[in-house]
């Protein structure tokens, strides 16, 4: 168990929705990122974000955005939900100097009909 | 550097060596991780190797890192049906924000 919580644990939404997926970092942590994981593949770096600011973006559109709160803990949206957005998405904390110290979440699998 | 390659199977038998390849191709990497995903799950942090380092041994974990030939590998010992997984190979270029992950390498460990 790390202490990276995640929530919901599974969602289903269709076509064109919006999600917003939670995230709580592990008691310390300061810094969250949050990947995607398309079925079969590694996880995608998507964003992370430190003191509520988004702190590095990988290769994804700004349908995807994100906040973080003064305890650390994060939200991820995703606006105008596509059929390829189905995935597992997995929240990860750590200290923003300490790069060894990112733990997983169990993550949340979306799946968008 | 982003591409992280990783063969896709690995099937041993219970009591034997485990050895799990992985290739990067960001030779500014710092860190390069190992992490194991069980079904269903989140990903565990397994290990971790510095880039001035040719190997590190954690229990019946050994990381060996060549450095030149930008090659990883993680080696199980006396593997366990427990060790049954996918593991995933990271490497953690300079900028801090970004971990690049392989595609998993499943590990299948037979009775």
């Known amino acids: 168990e790390t202490g990276v919580t995640q929530s919901p644990t599974h969602l289903i939404k269709t076509r064109g929705q919006q999600v917003t997926l939670r995230c709580s970092s592990q008691s310390g942590h300061n810094t969250v990122s949050w990947y995607q994981q398309a079925l079969g593949q590694g996880p995608q770096f998507i964003f992370q974000?430190?003191?509520?600011?988004?702190?590095g973006r990988g290769n994804f559109p700004p349908r995807f955005s994100g906040l973080q709160f003064p305890n650390y803990s994060s939200e991820l949206n995703v606006n105008a939900l596509e059929l390829d957005d189905s995935a597992l998405y997995l929240c990860?904390?750590?200290?923003?100097?300490?790069?060894?110290?990112?733990?997983f979440g169990p993550g949340t699998r979306l799946l968008v009909l | 550097g982003e591409d992280v390659e990783q063969s896709l199977f690995l099937s041993v038998r219970e009591g034997d060596s485990s050895v799990i390849n992985c290739t990067y191709t960001d030779s500014s990497s710092t860190y390069l991780y190992w992490y194991k995903q069980e079904p269903g799950a989140g990903l565990q942090l397994l290990t971790y190797i510095f880039s001035n380092m040719d190997m590190k041994q954690d229990q019946r974990l050994t990381v060996l890192l060549n450095k030149k030939d930008k090659h990883l590998s993680l080696r199980i010992a006396d593997t366990q049906t427990g060790d049954s997984a996918i593991y995933f190979c990271a490497e953690n270029p300079d900028n801090f924000n970004k971990f690049y992950f392989g595609s998993g390498t499943k590990l299948n460990v037979k009775p």
């Open positions: 990860a904390s750590s200290l923003q100097d300490r790069r060894e110290t990112q733990y």
């Open positions: 974000y430190y003191r509520e600011e988004e702190n």
